[in-house]
C-alpha cells in the first residue's frame, strides 16, 4: 500500500453536513489497516521500488469496485443502506494509487425503499446522493470520458466512474438508459444473476439469451457511450451480447470456468468471444469467487490462477483486473445480502473452505500495490504490466464511449 496522496485533505465524507441532524451517523469500518497487510509478495527493495514506480507513474485502472465504506457492525448494515447515504472511501482511495476507477453502484443492495434492491428511483436516489457529495471535495473527480481520466493521470488525482451491475432497474423503459447516463453512469451490466427484461442471469435453470428488449438497449448503450458489462449474465445471453454489439464488451469482474467450476466464472466460449470482438476480461478478486485447485483458500494467489489462464487463452491485451472489493467485512456482507446477491445458486454445489477476507485483495487500497507487486515478482515486462493494469482498459474505452 502506497502512502497517502499529498493531494487529499482529510475529506470525509458528507462533512457538509451535521451528523445526527441532516443524517443518522454509524460506526464505519476502517479503511486501511482492518486486516493485517498481506505478507506473501516478499519482493526486494529494487521491486518494491518498481511496483511503487508503476502504481504511481501509470495509468491504473481498475474496471470494477464498489469504494463506499461499510459500517463496522454488519449487523446495521440494512439499517445503513435504508439511509440512501453511502459514504465513499475518499482516506482509501487516496492510498490506493489509482488512477480510476469503475464504482458499480448497490443496486442490488440498495434497498432504500423494497428489500429486493434494483429499484429505478432508489438507483437514481443513490447516484445523485453520491455524486452531491463528490462535488464538496476535489481529490476524487467525478469522470465521464477519456478526457476525465487523463487529466487524473496528469494531476494525481482519482477518476471516479460510475457504474451498475445490471441494467434491471430500466425495467422496460430504455430511454432510462439516457437519464441515467445523464446521470454519470458509464458502464453498466445486461443482468445481474435474476433474469430482467433484457436477459438471462447466471443463477437461472435456463438462458434463453438476449431478448428483443435487450437488443434494443444493446444498440442504445452502443449509440450513447455506455461500456457494457456481461459479468452477471448467463452464458448464451453473454453470447448474443457480444454478437449484438457494435462495440467491444467488458466481463469487468470474473474468472474462468475452466479453472473453478461455478456459474460465476465465464466458459472458454464466452472469454473467447469477447476477446475476439476487442473486449477485456477483468479478473474477480470478491471472497469466494475466483478460486482455484492450486490455491483454494481464496488469497490473491488463487486470483492470479486465473489471470494466468485467462492470458493463455485470449493473449495479455485481453486481460486486465476488476478486484470488486470494498471497505469493510466483504464475507458480512455477502451473509448478510445473499438472497438478494444470490451466492449460493451461483456457486452451486461446488464446496469451498470460507475466508474471512481474501489476503491480499481485501479492499481498494491496498489492491493494485499487490497486483503489480506480484507481476513484478513474477518477471512481467513494464509493458505487459501497463497493458493489464489500465492500457486494455483504456483501448476498450475509446471504442465503446463517445
Given amino acids: 500500500m502506497l502512502e497517502q496522496s499529498p493531494l487529499y485533505t482529510g475529506y470525509k465524507a458528507y462533512e457538509y453536513l451535521e451528523a445526527g441532524k441532516d443524517y443518522r451517523e454509524f460506526r464505519y469500518a476502517k479503511q486501511v489497516d482492518r486486516v493485517p497487510p498481506y505478507a506473501g509478495l516478499e519482493l526486494s527493495d529494487t521491486q518494491i521500488e518498481r511496483t511503487k514506480k508503476l502504481l504511481t507513474e ?9 469504494v463506499q465504506v461499510f459500517p463496522e457492525d454488519m449487523g446495521q448494515l440494512r439499517d445503513h443502506i435504508r439511509t440512501g447515504r453511502e459514504p465513499t472511501g475518499y482516506e482509501g482511495l487516496s492510498r490506493s494509487g489509482l488512477t480510476a476507477v469503475f464504482d458499480n453502484g448497490m443496486d442490488g443492495t440498495c434497498c432504500i425503499s423494497s428489500d429486493a434492491g434494483w429499484k429505478y428511483q432508489d438507483v437514481l436516489f443513490d447516484l445523485g446522493v453520491r455524486m452531491a ?15 476525465d481520466i487523463e487529466k487524473a493521470a496528469a494531476t494525481g488525482q482519482v477518476a471516479h466512474i460510475f457504474a451498475l451491475e445490471a441494467a434491471t432497474m430500466i425495467e422496460n423503459e430504455v430511454d432510462r438508459l439516457d437519464v441515467l447516463y445523464g446521470f454519470g453512469v458509464r458502464q453498466m451490466g445486461i443482468a445481474y444473476s435474476e433474469q430482467n427484461t433484457l436477459g438471462s442471469g447466471l443463477k437461472e435453470r435456463g438462458d434463453g439469451g438476449l431478448t428483443y428488449f435487450g437488443e434494443r438497449a444493446v444498440e442504445r448503450m452502443n449509440k450513447l457511450g455506455i461500456a457494457i458489462d456481461i459479468s452477471h449474465s448467463g452464458d448464451q445471453t453473454c453470447l448474443d451480447v457480444v454478437a449484438k454489439s457494435t462495440k467491444p464488451v467488458f466481463i469487468t469482474h470474473a474468472g474462468a470456468r475452466s479453472v473453478w467450476p461455478t456459474n460465476r466464472m465465464k466458459t472458454d466460449a464466452t472469454i473467447k468471444a469477447a476477446a475476439e470482438k476487442g473486449g477485456v476480461i477483468g479478473i474477480e478478486a470478491a471472497p469466494h469467487t475466483t478460486l482455484s485447485p492450486d490455491h483454494p483458500l481464496h488469497s490473491i494467489e488463487s486470483v492470479m490462477d486465473h489471470f494466468t489462464y485467462c492470458v493463455d487463452l485470449v493473449g ?12 469493510g467485512d466483504h464475507v458480512g456482507l455477502h451473509h448478510a445480502f445473499a438472497s438478494n446477491l444470490s451466492l449460493g445458486q451461483a456457486h452451486g454445489t461446488v464446496e469451498y473452505t470460507e475466508v474471512p477476507y481474501v489476503d491480499g485483495l481485501e479492499n481498494p ?6 497486483i503489480i507487486g506480484w507481476l513484478v515478482k513474477h518477471d512481467y515486462s513494464d509493458d505487459e504490466i501497463r497493458a493489464v493494469v489500465g492500457g486494455n482498459t483504456m483501448r476498450v474505452l475509446k ?4
Fill in 365 to 370: 487500497a491496498e489492491g493494485f500495490y499487490n
Fill in 133 to 147: 457529495d463528490l462535488a464538496h471535495q476535489d481529490f476524487v473527480i467525478k469522470a465521464e470520458s477519456i478526457k
Fill in 399 to 402: 471504442e465503446a464511449w463517445v
Fill in 316 to 327: 495479455l491485451e485481453h486481460v486486465s483486473f476488476g478486484p470488486d472489493t470494498l471497505f
Fill in 58 to 66: 501509470e495509468t491504473v485502472i481498475s474496471l470494477h469496485e464498489h
